[in-house]
């Protein structure tokens, strides 16, 4: 009884030597890669995060992505809140409307699209802003993105949206350039690579939004208080992995894979297309994913309810993780 009980406290005394000689690799042994759900809609500059999510950015900073699709802003916002997903890229529309509603748990720690990257594109017989009174204009879904875009850009154009258009949500950018193609809508907002076939199939063009200096959140990683509360360092992880991955896209050694990549993200083997979408992007977000107080205030001033409500653009934001990014990266001297 005695030997038995003097190998028990051999063994455990072992096992605390052990322990205390490596903590650190028995932790890490044990907890594996971070699981996360993100949600991300198709198009534009949200092929950066897929092509980070494919070349293996996330991953080396112990994350496990799960990418879930989720078409409407409002939608996404919904899954965001209710926990269904943790982290997603999403437009400035959507969750600042929900956050100035009293959603003020959603905050955005970054973009990859900073600026607009739409055209209006209509069908051959719209020729001029004016062709458009009475018309029917394609959106995503109502109060998303491409909806407060198509209204920005009618303004422009010195058209009332409300008054002298019908604009209906038509579904993803695919299925508008097809209904405007099958003359079941008149016109609507699309982004690279739907430019390149706007311009093939000779639609005219009536406003092309990326010429002009607006700063709007076209995609950005969204997520919540409560989350970068409870896990901030998976949030921090989440951010590096997203700029390497933008680093990836935009390094010209890399550009078949991220061809590749961009072929299953829009399901298409149109090479010319991805190609015109990865050079378009390329040029719209050149360095870190920054997000700017401008681009919020842009989306409210242009808003005809959020813009009467006397709102502070800064409290829908987190820059501290774009803060730690830039200054890890100079201490590296990237």
Wanted: charged letters at 25%.
């Amino acid at each position: 009884m005695e030997g038995k009980m003097k190998t028990r406290r051999w063994v455990l005394s072992l096992l605390c030597y052990v322990q205390l000689l490596f903590p650190v690799f028995l932790f890490a042994q044990a907890k594996g890669p971070r699981e996360l759900n993100v949600a991300y809609p198709l198009g534009g500059s949200t092929s950066y995060f897929w092509v980070a999510y494919r070349s293996g950015a996330f991953e080396k900073y112990g994350l496990r992505i799960k990418p879930i699709y989720i078409r409407g802003g409002v939608a996404a916002v919904q899954s965001l809140l209710a926990r269904e997903v943790l982290i997603e890229m999403q437009g400035g529309s959507s969750p600042i409307a929900a956050w100035a509603q009293g959603a003020k748990e959603l905050t955005f720690i970054g973009a990859v699209g900073n600026r607009l990257d739409y055209v209006l594109v209509a069908v051959p017989s719209v020729r001029k802003a004016e062709d458009l009174k009475g018309k029917r204009i394609g959106v995503s879904q109502l109060g998303a993105s491409s909806d407060f875009i198509a209204r920005y850009a009618l303004r422009r154009l010195g058209l009332n949206p409300e008054k002298d258009v019908t604009i209906v949500g038509a579904g993803g950018a695919g299925e508008r350039f097809a209904a405007v193609s099958g003359g079941h809508l008149q016109a609507t907002v699309v982004q690279p690579p739907f430019t390149l076939l706007a311009r093939k199939a000779g639609f005219p063009i009536l406003i092309d939004l990326s010429k002009e200096e607006f700063e709007y959140i076209i995609s950005g990683p969204l997520t919540t208080r409560s989350f970068i509360r409870s896990d901030r360092e998976t949030v921090m992880n989440f951010m590096r992995g997203l700029a390497d991955g933008m680093d990836f896209y935009r390094d010209d050694k890399n550009k078949d894979k991220v061809i590749k990549s961009l072929g299953e993200y829009y399901r298409s083997n149109a090479v010319e297309e991805l190609e015109e979408t990865r050079r378009a992007y390329s040029q719209l977000t050149p360095g870190l994913p920054v997000i700017t107080v401008k681009s919020i205030e842009n989306f409210v001033a242009n808003d005809r309810v959020l813009s009467t409500m006397n709102l502070r653009a800064a409290d829908v934001l987190d820059l501290s993780f774009l803060e730690k990014l830039e200054e890890e990266r100079k201490g590296k001297g990237r």
